[in-house]
């Protein structure tokens, strides 16, 4: 999960230390040191400071893999100046145990030396306090308006809270006499607005925060005053517009700008003209919609930029030509959909960039190589992470079904693949091979059978081809993962799956077909004879090649059809696909394998309704419910297969076509295990259960194993029937003798 650290949440919460002296800020702004870069392979990172080169998927595997452990050091994201300020924004005045210093204060509150904490005690206005405080808190009360001159008297003031109240209105002349305050909270109020001036005596402000207030609009004149003001955070208010003078021209040195969740609709040329000493930058959450190509010119110092959550759809090509020194980039959840091939040029110092929540339809390894010290990165998807290899660290770091390490990620999914390979190939050339030496008294559905056995080998071949590469790039995959997707390798493998899918749903269609017209037409003469039945079959291997083809033939129509993921299987649509490939991706699976799926399954049912009806007009009703129990199962068991396979592929089709995100482990397991499953199972349904297969076996079997024992019995017969017949002579003979003596 992606780290985000942020200041303005601190800051809301009135962290009461000093914050680091403008000073010290600017030195470490202007001081910035970039990481020395070894020279790796792309796929490998350097161990600190060393010569050591390590793959990329041992980066914060919790191993110290490098001898010095670089390898697991800085594995959170904390690029930029907001966790420079963190450190220094902890309470303070409940470490203090001094004596109250204060002569005047009330009872209910806390004093420590001159510190004076009151929160929480039902006030309704300022307090009567000692001219010497330093620390002021009137947090969570019910003050609703501070008149004027409310802290004259408090020159000494340096640190101020008045955060969670129910303030509407604030006094001109209110802060007046506060020439020492340095942070002043008047955050989580009802402010609408704030009058000119307002600021004017607080010249050593360092820290202002307006958050979650109901200001629409601020006038450069609000901030007349604030020479030394480096932190303003104006988060979660209504702001539509910035003003047209810049706010930098009031206050120069302003080195922080939050204004997070407001509603600013566009950022033009003078928005943030003078802020050359700006170094941290959120504007995050707003409506941006527009922004101009020198928005940030002036911005020489700026380290840390946040531009999510707008309306932005495209980014000028040189909007980032001047900040040279930024380290923190997130233009994240935006709806960009092109990215200018330079966009990222200038950016050679960046350690980190957001970029989630976009689809890049034209991304390229060009875009990100020039970051040459950028270390993490964060994609909409993981296949992304293929053309940043040299980065760091890439979230997300897997989809489901590949990881930086490995072609498929889980070790389930490995067993997985070889298993099915193996049932798929095997199961099928054992049908090829027994339905070639046993007879069949239609040879024409034999001949269909065997090929349909051949179309579902090739799924097997598919999925031996997957693990094969999931094993050659084990380790390392990343390194190899845009070439692997863009290879004629990939290509390949994925254009048998295709023509393997296509292929099997024809034939089973066609297969469907003719049990179709046997059983609940049994005297009709349309059965095909042999020159039909191969043409027929011939067509549907043709239709299924040009099906896989036609993808290959054109690339800028289609793009890389086969690579849209690691498996090199075109399952579901995204954002970035060719329009072209998308229509033909729906005409095949949600057009043409549906109607095949809704055929077959019309035609067992029509079969299974005309064996059960022929079956109760016959009288041997016992026979018949017998024999129409097992066609049932079988029949069941036939359909339940495919709507098993193909249900899942029709609805993943469907929700990428409404853009409804799939995670990656929903695609791998109906890649891997699912879609094949026609392919395992289609020889065991088809020719294993049947009745005629197994008699058949039971005879080929018997043939050999009995032929012994018949001969054997066959001369004991020949034996037993010529005694018979010599007895029976015998008999024959002495019977006549004796008739003849007594004739005599």
Not at 683 to 708: D, N, Y
Request: hydrophobic fraction near 40%; charge should be positive; glycine fraction near 4%.
């Amino acid at each position: 999960m992606r780290i985000q650290r942020s200041l303005p949440p601190l800051l809301a919460h009135g962290r009461t230390a000093m914050i680091l002296p403008y000073l010290l800020v600017l030195g470490v702004m202007t001081t910035i040191t970039i990481p020395q870069n070894h020279h790796c392979p792309v796929g490998f990172f350097p161990c600190g400071n060393t010569s050591s080169c390590l793959p990329q998927s041992l980066h914060c595997n919790k191993i110290e893999d490098c001898e010095n452990g670089a390898d697991e050091k800085d594995c959170d994201d904390n690029t930029g100046l907001a966790i420079t300020f963190e450190n220094y924004f902890r309470p303070t005045y409940n470490e203090l145990s001094d004596d109250c210093l204060l002569q005047h204060f009330p009872q209910k509150c806390d004093c420590k030396a001159t510190q004076l904490v009151c929160e929480n005690r039902n006030l309704h206005n300022v307090p009567q306090v000692s001219e010497n405080v330093t620390l002021l808190s009137l947090k969570s009360n019910k003050i609703k308006s501070l008149p004027d001159d409310a802290f004259l008297m408090f020159s000494d003031l340096k640190e101020l809270y008045l955060q969670h109240n129910q303030m509407q209105s604030i006094s001109k002349t209110a802060f007046c006499g506060l020439y020492n305050l340095k942070r002043l909270y008047i955050n989580h109020n009802h402010i609408t607005s704030l009058k000119p001036r307002l600021f004017q005596d607080l010249h050593n402000l360092e820290v202002l925060i307006l958050d979650d207030n109901l200001i629409s609009k601020i006038s450069p004149r609000i901030f007349i005053g604030l020479k030394s003001l480096c932190i303003l955070s104006m988060v979660n208010n209504l702001l539509e517009n910035l003003p047209k003078r810049t706010i930098c021209a009031e206050v120069p040195k302003l080195c922080l700008m939050d204004l997070d969740r407001n509603r600013i609709k566009s950022l033009d040329d003078s928005t943030f003209l003078k802020c050359d000493k700006l170094a941290v930058l959120y504007i995050q959450r707003n409506e941006i919609a527009t922004i101009s190509e020198k928005t940030f010119a002036t911005l020489h110092s700026l380290i840390d930029l946040e531009l999510s959550s707008n309306k932005i759809q495209e980014l000028p090509k040189h909007l980032f030509k001047n900040t040279k020194l930024l380290k923190k980039l997130n233009i994240s959840d935006n709806p960009i959909n092109f990215v200018h091939l330079e966009q990222f040029d200038n950016l050679k110092h960046l350690q980190s960039l957001g970029i989630e929540g976009i689809e890049i339809t034209n991304i390229e390894s060009r875009m990100f190589k020039p970051m040459t010290n950028l270390e993490h990165i964060y994609f909409q998807k993981f296949q992304y992470c293929a053309y940043s290899p040299h980065v760091r660290s890439c979230k997300p770091n897997t989809d489901g079904i590949s990881s930086f390490e490995d072609l498929l990620a889980s070790i389930i999914l490995r067993v997985f693949v070889w298993i099915i390979a193996c049932l798929t190939c095997f199961g099928n050339l054992l049908v090829i091979f027994m339905r070639s030496f046993i007879r069949a008294e239609n040879k024409l559905h034999t001949m269909s059978i065997k090929i349909l056995c051949c179309a579902d080998c090739l799924m097997g071949v598919y999925l031996f081809f997957v693990g094969i590469f999931d094993v050659n790039y084990r380790g390392e995959y990343n390194k190899h993962a845009h070439r692997w997707m863009e290879s004629v390798q990939c290509r390949m493998i994925g254009f048998l799956a295709m023509l393997s899918t296509e292929v099997s749903v024809l034939l089973l269609t066609y297969l469907s077909l003719e049990k179709y017209v046997v059983i609940v037409f049994p005297f009709s003469n349309i059965k095909p004879g042999k020159q039909q039945t191969l043409i027929i079959l011939i067509s549907i291997w043709l239709i299924g090649f040009i099906i896989a083809t036609i993808p290959l033939w054109n690339e800028d129509t289609f793009g890389n059809y086969y690579g849209r993921n690691r498996v090199c299987f075109p399952l579901y649509a995204d954002q970035i696909e060719k329009d072209a490939a998308k229509g033909y991706s729906i005409g095949i699976f949600l057009g043409l394998n549906l109607i095949a799926f809704i055929i077959i399954v019309f035609s067992y049912f029509s079969m299974f309704y005309s064996i059960h009806k022929t079956g109760i007009q016959t009288p041997e009703m016992k026979r018949h419910i017998r024999s129409e129990v097992a066609v049932a199962y079988r029949f069941f068991f036939i359909v339940l297969s495919n709507a098993f396979c193909w249900i899942p592929i029709f609805l993943l089709k469907v929700l990428s076509l409404i853009q409804v995100e799939i995670p990656g482990a929903i695609t791998s397991w109906v890649v891997i295990l699912i879609l094949p499953i026609n392919s395992a199972l289609n020889p065991i349904l088809h020719t294993l259960t049947t009745t005629f297969f197994r008699e058949k076996m039971k005879q080929f079997l018997c043939k050999h194993s009995c032929k012994g024992k018949d001969s054997w019995t066959e001369n004991s017969s020949k034996q037993s029937t010529s005694s018979v017949k010599f007895r029976f002579l015998r008999r024959i003979s002495a019977l006549e003798n004796i008739l003849t003596s007594r004739h005599h």
